[in-house]
């Protein structure tokens, strides 16, 4: 029952990065490297947001806020509505759709005191499968910040390099930290209504015009 739900989520919300970098550039013909991402920036947020309302509709409430160079894109749903939580986790939840921007490696200490502020302790609440990790890591610019819009429940063993894609993972974020200026993005696919992904896209433009995505369990 969920492989074929998955499957079908998964034919809603796929998106041919590589034929949108050739169709842009189709358009507007040959244009230096940073024109592209512009256009790119503009252009997949509008993208995700239609394929996030096919993935699971129901109420939205999805904004845009630009914090450094990343866009994180944002479903409000449930913010400011009066709920009854009858768990740790509700049956709906605020959650980001996909944050975008061009890497730029931090030179300050990464805030784990707040990190640790969310949600309370990571083995109590979710177990220790499980860790509290950044959908834009810190090192290329990520933050913790306001509702913590940029933190989300991750697989321990993808979040820190240790299975065959954790290590896939991590080497394309060490492509963005010592690319500094990398178009990237991060992109949660969900198969409920909650903030825990059961999927991560993570794709990064480069300088050939090559876009590498790939897709990372997260269930």
């Known amino acids: 029952m969920f492989?074929?739900?998955?499957?079908?989520?998964?034919?809603?919300?796929?998106?041919?990065?590589?034929?949108?970098?050739?169709?842009?550039?189709n358009e507007i013909?040959?244009?230096?490297?940073?024109?592209?991402?512009?256009?790119?920036?503009?252009?997949?947020?509008?993208?995700?947001?239609?394929?996030?309302?096919?993935?699971?509709p129901r109420r939205m409430d999805i904004t845009q806020m630009q914090y450094e160079q990343f866009n994180y894109i944002y479903d409000w749903h449930t913010t400011n509505e009066p709920t009854v939580q009858t768990s740790f986790l509700p049956i709906s939840e605020a959650r980001l759709v996909a944050v975008i921007g061009q890497s730029q490696p931090k030179k300050t200490k990464r805030d784990d005191f707040r990190l640790r502020g969310w949600v309370g302790k990571t083995g109590v609440n979710f177990g220790k499968r499980w860790d509290k990790g950044h959908f834009i890591a810190h090192s290329i610019g990520g933050v913790v910040f306001g509702l913590e819009m940029n933190?989300?429940?991750?697989?321990?063993?993808?979040?820190?390099?240790?299975?065959?894609a954790g290590k896939r993972f991590r080497a394309m974020e060490r492509f963005c930290v010592t690319n500094p200026g990398?178009?990237?993005?991060?992109?949660?696919?969900?198969?409920?209504?909650?903030?825990?992904?059961?999927?991560?896209?993570f794709g990064m433009l480069k300088p050939d015009r090559e876009f590498l995505v790939e897709c990372f369990d997260n269930r």
């Open 182 to 201: 990398t178009l990237c993005f991060s992109r949660p696919i969900y198969t409920d209504q909650t903030a825990r992904p059961a999927f991560l896209e």
């Open 151 to 164: 933190v989300y429940v991750q697989r321990r063993d993808f979040n820190r390099g240790w299975s065959e």
């Open 29 to 56: 013909g040959d244009c230096p490297l940073q024109e592209l991402i512009e256009v790119l920036k503009q252009e997949l947020p509008y993208i995700w947001r239609d394929c996030y309302k096919e993935m699971m």
């Open 3 to 25: 492989l074929d739900w998955a499957m079908e989520i998964s034919s809603l919300v796929r998106v041919d990065y590589q034929a949108l970098v050739e169709d842009i550039l």
